[in-house]
């Protein structure tokens, strides 16, 4: 008989496509990611179940390697959490590994950064197969002065000028420790780490970088933004399609089964790249 007197904390790996939802958290009559997997994994322990998230994602958003955990009220073995989880799930969500972890593991708390990525297609004409999945900006960008207003932003600064106005954060200060842009033919890819993010920080960010990109502010505009800690001097928040919350990242101890990093060629065509 397995000894159920103490709840067994797992942590899942969950890769989802948000549109269609409204965000990852709960909200009353509205579809969420949240939502859709409490339920999932409560049909599957036949009993009520809650999950801790990484990181909470906004509508249209998608995750390759969100992270939560939960303490299970029954045991079942990894499979079943994910099988049978993914059995009741909805099409667009999907849970690719579940692991027994230690009662001290915290899907956000023991997170010692986080990685995002905004796929834009650069093109005069519109995505078809690509919909809903990148953000589409027909004006040419310049990759160079993006990378330079970029590297400004570096390092740990208040970030009050590329948080959204209801964030509940209780401090604006953050460690950016990557902001690159790369470009493959017509696709730009903006690549964010930090230790945590605000709420709206990667599209406040890259709503700044695609003014300069479009040659309406210069490469140097953006210290000024950041130097202001005011959101109105900052660029528009850029659209939710083409943001992806990659994983978060966990001391090593943990041994989390987490890809540590992805190469995109299309947005449909994602490819994890896992680390040893």
Not at 72 to 84: C, E, F, N, S, T
Not at 109 to 133: H, K, M, V, W
Not at 208 to 226: D, F, N
Not at 233 to 244: D, W
Request: charged content about 20%.
């Amino acid at each position: 008989m397995k000894d159920c007197t103490r709840l067994q904390r797992w942590a899942l790996g969950i890769e989802y496509n948000g549109e269609g939802f409204a965000g990852w958290q709960i909200q009353d009559g509205l579809p969420t990611i949240q939502g859709a997997l409490e339920e999932a994994l409560s049909a599957v322990a036949v009993a009520p179940i809650g999950v801790v998230v990484a990181g909470r994602t906004d509508s249209g958003v998608h995750a390759l390697c969100q992270v939560v955990h939960f303490d299970a009220p029954v045991y079942r073995p990894a499979l079943a959490w994910v099988r049978g989880g993914n059995r009741f799930l909805p099409e667009k969500v999907s849970i690719r590994w579940a692991k027994p972890v230690p009662p001290d593991f915290h899907a956000r708390f023991s997170a010692t950064g986080r990685q995002y990525r905004y796929l834009i297609l650069n093109r005069r004409e519109r995505p078809a197969l690509d919909r809903g999945r990148v953000t589409w900006v027909p004006q040419h960008l310049d990759q160079e002065k993006m990378q330079q207003a970029a590297k400004l932003l570096l390092g740990t600064h208040d970030f009050s000028a590329f948080r959204a106005a209801d964030c509940q954060a209780k401090s604006p200060i953050r460690t950016l420790r990557r902001l690159d842009i790369e470009r493959s033919g017509e696709y730009l890819e903006i690549h964010c780490e930090a230790n945590a993010f605000l709420h709206h920080m990667v599209r406040n960010l890259v709503g700044s970088l695609l003014l300069v990109g479009k040659g309406e502010r210069s490469p140097t505009w953006i210290e000024q933004v950041l130097a202001s800690k005011d959101r109105r001097a900052a660029g528009m928040t850029a659209p939710a399609e083409g943001l992806y919350f990659l994983h978060p990242q966990y001391p090593a101890s943990y041994d989390l089964p987490i890809p540590m990093g992805y190469s995109f060629s299309l947005a449909l065509t994602t490819r994890p790249v896992f680390g040893s």
